[in-house]
Structures are given as structure tokens and as C-alpha cells.
């Protein structure tokens, strides 16, 4: 079992990540990791943060001469916005004038954070609940990310739509259709659409999402948007019907969902399908050579709560950021008086970098579940275990089922 833990707040001096149960023996570098986390920096309508943040990994234990050495990996990303924040949020006793905040943001973890751990500074809540934390996410999934690629498994997203401005070609539909692609590869559609500012698939796709975005910004509003991320390479048979906790549908569906701001979550057609025939909607069966396929992919690669070897199809939703320019209502908790909601910076729309962080999420679940059915102690041990289950799935249906 594979497990990482992320500390660190917003302005803190750094985030950390403790990562753990990967197996010794596979190859990873810093430059590798930092250029995932220069990914999620990335696209229009970013705030001031990014012009001072260049986030940068440094591994600090569990990896030696750039192989891992099956004990924990450490990493630290430092904040570099520190230096500005050390009064602030010192760990010591804090200065008689410290600013104390008392106006929480509707749609952020403020005031309910705040409540529950009976705080008498929002500040307290506003620091871990950033998405700032997602970096440390990021670094840790990018252990996952270049574990899967040594079984060539492979992982991209791109953003489908942002402030309701969709592309005239479905793309996604085209991953659902009955033309599947064998040599189809994840990682080509952010092979693409790193290329764009936003992260989308078609020029002038980007063009009216940037234009909707300036308009955002010259009312200090903000927009979400959908995205989708996808794996290819998979075995048949990762995770489990018996159990609702062994299920890797119900994994991705937590794992997405833990991110900020993502609000909705479907596999394969997801919504659309609970509106079509059940003749329409599932996924006919079909061999291909010494292998067993589907002849669509609706089910988004996932069957039973188990990977169908096609590659996994994940269409997100992601809120408009809720910190404001032009702030909404609110309440000031000292004079419980009607107030416009405090600003702190932030982004104008993030559904770019939320995609990345996406990424690096269903590396971590695809990762975990891999591990779970090939074990293995040195990458070599898992790679005899899965080279050993997959040349033999369709013989042993085949004997099993009377055929010679």
C-alpha cells in the first residue's frame, strides 16, 4: 500500500510531502517532478502568486544516486512568498499589532474552518485550506506519474470548457466512440494542450475562453470550467467488486473530489448515459487478437469498480474561484454586521492548473491499485508479476472456460 501526507500552509515557510510504499529500484529525478509543478503554474488568468512562486522539489531522503530505495521519500517545495509573511505567520508568540481577520469569503473553508476549530482568526483557516497545498499534492503524485510509465501506463488531461464556452468539436465524445485507437496515449492530449494558454484543444477555442476571461477580470469576478483527464496503458483487472472501499471508480471519485474547488465528478458518459437505452449506453464486448476489448468506450474504462484495460475517461467540474475583487456579502464575526467579503489574492480562473493537479491524482489512485494487485518489493519483482498476469489473461479464460 502506498500512502503520502502533505504539510505545510500558504505562506508558511514550505510545503512537504511524505511519500511512502513505492517500490526500490525505479529511476526519478528532481527535474521530473519540478516540471509537473511548472505545469501547474501554468495558463491565463493566473494571479500575482505565480510571478513570485517558481516551485521547485528538493528530495530529501528515500532516493539515492536517482533510484528509490523503498524507504520514505521526502520532499520540500519552499515558499518563496516567506520572506514577506514571517511576521505573519511566525510559529513563535505573535506582535500585539498582528492583523486579526474577521471576514470570511462565502465559498471557502473561512467560516465553517474557523467554527470548527474554534479560531478567533480566520487567517488560521485561510492557510491550510488554500490550494496552494495542491503543489505538495502535485510532487507526490509525480512519484506515481513516472512509477505507472514504467509499465507504459500514461497520463494527460485538457480543459474542455471555461465559463461555459465549449469547443465546436466534442473531443470527448470522440474518446467515448466506437473508433478506439490502440495505440492511443494519454499523455498526447496534454502534449497538446500544454501549447495552449488555457490548456484546451483548438485555437479558437482559446481565443473566446481568454476573451470571457478579460471580461472576468475587468469585473474582478472569476470563472470555472470543466476538464478531463485520461490514462492509457492499463491492465485489465486493477481494483475490485468486493468491497465498496476496493472499488477504483470510488477512489478516483475521492481523489478528484479532494481537490479545491472541483464540484462534480463523472466516469465515461457519466451524467448523459442515465438519459440514454441501456442498448446505447454500454460497452459491446470483442476480442482483438490474443485479447479481449470493447468495441466503444462509455464505460470511461471501468467496469465493476475494476479497469477494463481501455483507457480511463474522467470529466471534472471546478467552481469559479471564490475569492473576489468585487466582493459579494459577508459578515464581520466581530460586529456580526453585514459587510462585502474580505479579498486576499487570488486567481481569476484556475481550471488549467486544476487539470494538472488532476493528473497527479489519478497517477496516485492508478499507482495504488497497481501495487495492490502486483505488489513487489524492487520495480523488477513488479514487473515479473505483471508481465506474468498480463501475457496470460485471455489463456487462462480461454482454459478455464473448456477452450484449447
Known sequence: MIRFLTAGESHGKALTAI?????????????YINFQLKRRQSG????????????????????????????????????????????????????????????????????????????????????????????????AGSIARKFLEEFGITIGSYVESIGGIYPKINFLQNLFSNKIDENFSARSLSEISDKSEVRVLDEEHQKKIINKIKIAKKKGDTLGGTFVVAASGLPAGMGSFIQYDTKIDADIAEAIMSINAVKAIEIGTGFS???????????????????????????????????????????????????????IESIDLESMKKVDARRERSDFVAVPACAVIAESMLAWVLAKHFLIKFGGDSIEETMDNYNNYTKKIFKRVKKNFGRK
Not at 104 to 118: E, I, M, S
Open 19 to 31: 511519500i511512502e510504499g513505492f517500490p526500490s529500484n525505479m529511476k526519478i529525478e528532481e527535474d
Open 44 to 139: 491565463y488568468g493566473r494571479g500575482g502568486r505565480m510571478k513570485i512562486e517558481s516551485d521547485r522539489a528538493e528530495i530529501l531522503s528515500g532516493i539515492r544516486f536517482r533510484k528509490t530505495l523503498g524507504t520514505p521519500i521526502s520532499l520540500l517545495i519552499k515558499n518563496n512568498d516567506w520572506e514577506n509573511w514571517t511576521e505573519k505567520m511566525s510559529p513563535e508568540n505573535k506582535k500585539k499589532d498582528s492583523e486579526k481577520i474577521s471576514i470570511p469569503r462565502p465559498g471557502h473553508a473561512d467560516l465553517v474552518g474557523t467554527t470548527k476549530y474554534n479560531f478567533d482568526d480566520i487567517r488560521n483557516s485561510i492557510e491550510r485550506s488554500s490550494a496552494r497545498e495542491t503543489a505538495a499534492r502535485v510532487a
Open 273 to 327: 448515459c442515465a438519459d440514454s437505452f441501456g442498448s446505447s449506453s454500454h460497452d459491446e464486448i470483442i476480442t482483438r487478437g490474443e485479447s479481449f476489448s470493447r468495441k466503444t468506450n462509455r464505460a470511461g474504462g471501468i467496469e465493476g469498480g475494476m479497469t477494463t484495460g481501455l483507457p480511463i475517461i474522467v470529466r471534472a467540474a471546478m467552481k469559479p474561484i471564490a475569492t473576489l475583487m468585487s466582493p
